[in-house]
T-cell receptor, first 111, second 114 residues
Framework: RKEVEQDPGPFNVPEGATVAFNCTYS??????FFWYRQDCRKEPKLLMS???SGNEDGRFTAQLNRASQYISLLIRDSKLSDSATYLC????????????FGKGTKLSVKP | DAGITQSPRHKVTETGTPVTLRCHQT?????MYWYRQDPGHGLRLIHY???????DKGEVSDGYSVSRSKTEDFLLTLESATSSQTSVYFC?????????????FGPGTRLTVT
């Protein structure tokens, strides 16, 4: 089982749609969880950290289910500018803080 | 903006030649990382550093070496480049001041080995 698994997509949605990304991780000792966004030919950029209680930032909501080892990201009222690849990222812990990346899910928002 | 620059941004080199990529940061972060990104793979860790002269291997370290002689610079060297090392290389820092594990990335170096 891969350490971090995501649906590769692509997800093609119209503007204004709600879209959900899911991610599972294999290491139950993982300590921190993130969603990054990566535009074509650009570096990954931190979108959100994911907390056990769930967290929301505007149109974006992230959820963590430790028992199921499952992370989600919900985007409401999607915009054309949300088109990108979304990377699920976990850290197995330890002081070095290494990150384990999923392969990403590509999102295309159409007019 | 985490103040990270990478150089060169693009490079084409021949098989067997040595190549050094540079990552430079301006904010005195202790932790620095080198990743590579290839189609069909997530970002994979090559090497990381947890201080000046303190480095360790990541998941895909074979064929790569690193050095960190001062806090602001982390160098990645391909001793003898191979075509399998054609990739996009990203440097990252961990800002322990903002959160424990969030990392911030430089703009990347596109390396082609012919």
């Amino acid at each position: 089982r891969k350490e971090v698994e995501q649906d590769p997509g692509p997800f093609n949605v119209p503007e204004g749609a709600t879209v959900a990304f899911n991610c599972t991780y294999s290491n139950s000792a993982s300590q921190s969880f993130f969603w990054y966004r990566q535009d074509c030919r650009k570096e990954p950029k931190l979108l959100m950290s994911v907390y056990s209680s769930g967290n929301e930032d505007g149109r974006f909501t992230a959820q963590l289910n430790r028992a199921s080892q499952y992370i989600s990201l919900l985007i409401r009222d999607s915009k054309l500018s949300d088109s990108a690849t979304y990377l699920c990222v976990v850290t197995p812990g330890g002081s070095q803080g290494n990150l384990i990346f999923g392969k990403g899910t590509k999102l295309s928002v159409k007019p | 903006d985490a103040g990270i620059t990478q150089s060169p941004r693009h490079k084409v080199t021949e098989t067997g030649t040595p190549v050094t990529l540079r990552c430079h940061q301006t904010e005195n972060h202790r932790y620095m990382y080198w990743y590579r990104q290839d189609p069909g793979h997530g970002l994979r860790l090559i090497h990381y550093s947890y201080g000046v002269k303190d480095t360790d291997k990541g998941e895909v370290s074979d064929g790569y070496s690193v050095s960190r002689s001062k806090t602001e610079d982390f160098l990645l060297t391909l001793e003898s480049a191979t075509s399998s090392q054609t990739s996009v290389y990203f440097c990252a820092i961990r800002d322990t001041g903002r959160g424990r594990y969030e990392q911030y990335f430089g703009p990347g170096t596109r390396l082609t080995v012919t």
